[in-house]
T-cell receptor, first 113, second 116 residues
Framework: GENVEQHPSTLSVQEGDSAVIKCTYS??????FPWYKQELGKGPQLIID?????GEKKDQRIAVTLNKTAKHFSLHITETQPEDSAVYFC????????????FGKGTHLIIQP | SAVISQKPSRDICQRGTSLTIQCQVD?????MFWYRQQPGQSLTLIAT?????????ESGFVIDKFPISRPNLTFSTLTVSNMSPEDSSIYLC?????????????FGPGTRLTVL
């Protein structure tokens, strides 16, 4: 089955700086890669996703890049703000049908004021 | 996106008892899933809730321990049976197939279960 590795487990950055979280996956059949943000006491919130026919996607301060050959994808957050502090999870799946998601272990992002 | 609700939001239960968690979506969805998130850990898929038929369980999860129902396109239940302290986790419902997006999964707020 699919295996998703995520690094780092904890990331501390100064407010206003950029943050990058990286994930690798093992199953070449995976073609859908979402990122979720989970705040304390809440369910995961989808923040951005990318499909394997696209190399990069951007939404305001958040961007995701995908390298299918190397089987890795990354989340980039620019101009970080205190409200970006949370746990971020990457995930992978084959996208359609009955397939659930395989998650990475999560990254605790801390924005230092 | 749709509103996904779960009941109860949290519970404290005694060892050996069972708890049924409900998941309600305010619009029809094609797929519903149940995940477990152990304290400080990532999410693990328990099963896919199939409408009108038995759920499809992932390796390591069995129907006797986690019976699931899905009577229609907007509702599902997960029961955690014969609970032990190791079952203390957040249980999350997720849905797929909203607004024509076949691959995007949205999550409910979760049910925080503590077993004493």
């Amino acid at each position: 089955g699919e295996n998703v590795e995520q690094h780092p487990s904890t990331l501390s950055v100064q407010e206003g700086d950029s943050a990058v979280i990286k994930c690798t996956y093992s199953d070449s059949a995976s073609n859908y890669f979402p990122w979720y943000k989970q705040e304390l006491g809440k369910g995961p919130q989808l923040i951005i996703d990318i499909r394997s026919n696209v190399g990069e996607k951007k939404d305001q301060r958040i961007a995701v890049t995908l390298n299918k050959t190397a089987k890795h994808f990354s989340l980039h957050i620019t101009e970080t703000q205190p409200e970006d502090s949370a746990v971020y999870f990457c995930a992978a799946s084959t996208g359609g049908g009955a397939d659930g998601l395989t998650f990475g272990k999560g990254t605790h992002l801390i924005i230092q004021p | 996106s749709a509103v996904i609700s779960q009941k109860p939001s949290r519970d404290i239960c005694q060892r050996g008892t069972s708890l049924t968690i409900q998941c309600q979506v305010d619009s029809q969805v094609t797929m519903m899933f149940w995940y477990r998130q152990q304290p400080g850990q990532s999410l693990t898929l328990i099963a896919t809730a199939n409408q009108g038929s038995e759920a499809t369980y992932e390796s390591g999860f069995v129907i006797d321990k986690f019976p699931i129902s899905r009577p229609n396109l907007t509702f599902s239940t997960l029961t955690v049976s014969n609970m032990s302290p190791e079952d203390s986790s957040i249980y999350l419902c997720s849905v797929k197939g909203l607004a024509g997006r076949t691959d995007t999964q949205y999550f409910g707020p979760g049910t925080r279960l503590t077993v004493l």
